[in-house]
C-alpha cells in the first residue's frame, strides 16, 4: 500500500511569495495533520483537518491556511513567506483523530 | 499544556550495546505517547504506540517502551544496537480527549550515533 504522499520534494521561493504544498494521505484515512520542522527542532503542529473540517490549529499566523478535499487529500498555504518559514513542511494521516499518525517524507522549503 | 522533554540532545553507542533514550512528558491526564524515528532528510517513521494497557510495549526493528504513569515517562529500549539504528529518535505526546486530540507535541529529539 502507498504511503503518505508530498509535492513538491523541494522548493525555493522568495520573500513576500505565496506557497502551497500538496499531500496525500493513506487510503482510507481521513485525518490529515501539517507539522513544521524547522532544523535542529521536532516537529511543531501546525493544523489538523477531520472529514474535511479544521479540527486543531497550532500557534501559527493567519498567513498559514489549509484545507482539505473530498478525497481527503490537503493543501498547506502559506502566504507572504519570510525567511522563517523556511523548514521541512511534514504532513501525516490517520484513520481518526484519535489513531497514530502516519507521516509522509516531507517538502523543503526554502525561502531566501 | 502538553510538553514533551528529550534530556539527552546526543548520544553514542557501540554497536552491539544496548540502548536506552529518555522521554519525559507533561500532562493531564493518560496520553498517548508514540516514538518516531527520522532519518537526515526523511520523514518520521512510527516505531511503536502506547494508547493504554500494557505498559510495555513493542515495536518494530526490535525496539520497546515502558510507560511509567509515576515517573511520567516512556523510555526507549532497544537491547543491541545496529549500525543501521544510528538516526534521530522523537518522543511525542497526544491529547486522549479533547479538542486537542490529534494535536502531537513533540520533543527536541535525540540524535543517535553508532561507532563500530
Known amino acids: 500500500d502507498a504511503g503518505v504522499t508530498q509535492s513538491p520534494t523541494h522548493l525555493i521561493k522568495t520573500r513576500g511569495q505565496h506557497v502551497t504544498l500538496r499531500c496525500s494521505p493513506i487510503?482510507?484515512?481521513?485525518?490529515v495533520s501539517w507539522y513544521q520542522q524547522v532544523l535542529g527542532q521536532g516537529p511543531q503542529f501546525i493544523f489538523q483537518?477531520?472529514?474535511?473540517?479544521?479540527?486543531g490549529r497550532g500557534n501559527f499566523p493567519d498567513r498559514f491556511s489549509a484545507r482539505q478535499f473530498p478525497n481527503y487529500s490537503s493543501e498547506l498555504n502559506v502566504n507572504a513567506l519570510l525567511l522563517g518559514d523556511s523548514a521541512l513542511y511534514l504532513c501525516?494521516?490517520?484513520?481518526?483523530?484519535?489513531?497514530?499518525?502516519?507521516f509522509g517524507p516531507g517538502t523543503r522549503l526554502t525561502v531566501t | 499544556a502538553q510538553s514533551v522533554t528529550q534530556p539527552d540532545i546526543h548520544i553514542t553507542v557501540s554497536e552491539g550495546a544496548s540502548l536506552e533514550l529518555r522521554c519525559n512528558y507533561s500532562y493531564g491526564a493518560t496520553p498517548y505517547l508514540f516514538w518516531y524515528v527520522q532519518s537526515p532528510g526523511q520523514g518520521l517513521q512510527l516505531l511503536l504506540k502506547y494508547f493504554s494497557g500494557d505498559t510495555l510495549v513493542q515495536g518494530i526493528k526490535g525496539f520497546e517502551a515502558e510507560f511509567k504513569r509515576s515517573q511520567s515517562s516512556f523510555n526507549l529500549r532497544k537491547p543491541s544496537v545496529h549500525w543501521s539504528d544510528a538516526a534521530e529518535y522523537f518522543c511525542?505526546?497526544?491529547?486522549?480527549?479533547?479538542?486537542?486530540?490529534?494535536?502531537?507535541?513533540f520533543g527536541k529529539g535525540t540524535k543517535l550515533s553508532v561507532k563500530p
Open positions: 511525542a505526546v497526544g491529547a486522549s480527549y479533547g479538542g486537542s486530540q490529534g494535536n502531537l507535541i
Open positions: 487510503s482510507g484515512h481521513k485525518s
Open positions: 501525516a494521516s490517520s484513520l481518526d483523530r484519535k489513531r497514530e499518525q502516519y
Open positions: 483537518y477531520y472529514e474535511k473540517e479544521e479540527r
